[in-house]
């Protein structure tokens, strides 16, 4: 059965510093995010993209986010001056955007640690 | 904004018991509410979703109950085992084909299956 993958699946970076995480969605799939979940906290939504732009974001994701999909299988997330807040289980997530399949398949995650 | 309000939020039970977490949401416009197994590390693991259309739906041991009209919805699990030891998390979201689709998460609930 197809799966989100991402990579890597640790990073440690330092304070400051810019940080790309990377996804491939499954293959057919249409509607790309990302969410993160601190230690110990809930899952939280980042951004939404679809036909190659953003279609929402919260409030988590200012300036210091960005994604892209640079070709036709990746999609990154990029945290542009990391933040010792910023350590958190980021999780890339893709669907299909049908009506008949409403979930989203999540990726197993890449735990960013900043120091 | 949109809220996904989640009880208990720690739940302990005799191996075979049942087990209930129940949620209550905000948004009117949600009109679907899955429900994800997490291990510790690990992403979280679609068990089982329920649609606007539907009040109840089972799938072996696990069942889920929603009222619209409430803006309520429960995961019942029957004769828990050990393996049912967990956090579980409650969500709502638009669902696709909306520009907002984003997955909208409960606080969780660990749940502990006690030998």
């Known amino acids: 059965e197809p799966e989100v993958t991402q990579t890597p699946s640790h990073q440690v970076t330092q304070m400051g510093q810019e940080v790309i995480l990377r996804c491939v969605p499954i293959s057919n799939h249409l509607y790309f995010y990302w969410y993160r979940q601190i230690l110990g906290q809930k899952v939280e939504f980042l951004v939404s993209f679809y036909n190659n732009e953003i279609s929402e974001k919260s409030e988590i994701f200012d300036d210091q986010f960005s994604v892209e999909r640079p070709d036709g299988s990746n999609f990154t997330l990029k945290i542009r001056s990391t933040k010792l807040e910023d350590s958190a289980m980021y999780f890339c997530?893709?669907?299909?955007?049908?009506?008949?399949?409403?979930?989203?398949?999540f990726g197993p995650g890449t735990r960013l640690t900043v120091t | 904004g949109e809220n996904v309000e989640q009880h208990p939020s720690t739940l302990s039970v005799q191996e075979g018991d049942s087990a209930v977490i129940k949620c209550t949401y905000s948004?009117?416009?949600?009109?679907?509410f899955p429900w994800y197994k997490q291990e510790l590390g690990k992403r979280p693991q679609l068990i089982i979703d329920i649609r606007s259309n539907v009040g109840e739906k089972k799938d072996q041991r696990i069942a889920v109950t929603l009222n619209k009209t409430a803006k309520h919805f429960s995961l019942h699990i029957t004769e828990t085992q050990p393996e049912d030891s967990a956090v579980y998390f409650c969500?709502?979201?638009?669902?696709?084909?909306?520009?907002?689709?984003?997955?909208?998460f409960g606080k969780g609930t660990r749940l502990h299956i006690l030998p």
């Open positions: 997530a893709s669907s299909p955007g049908l009506a008949a399949s409403y979930e989203q398949y």
């Open positions: 969500a709502a979201s638009r669902g696709p084909m909306n520009r907002d689709d984003k997955i909208i």
């Open positions: 948004d009117s416009a949600s009109n679907y």
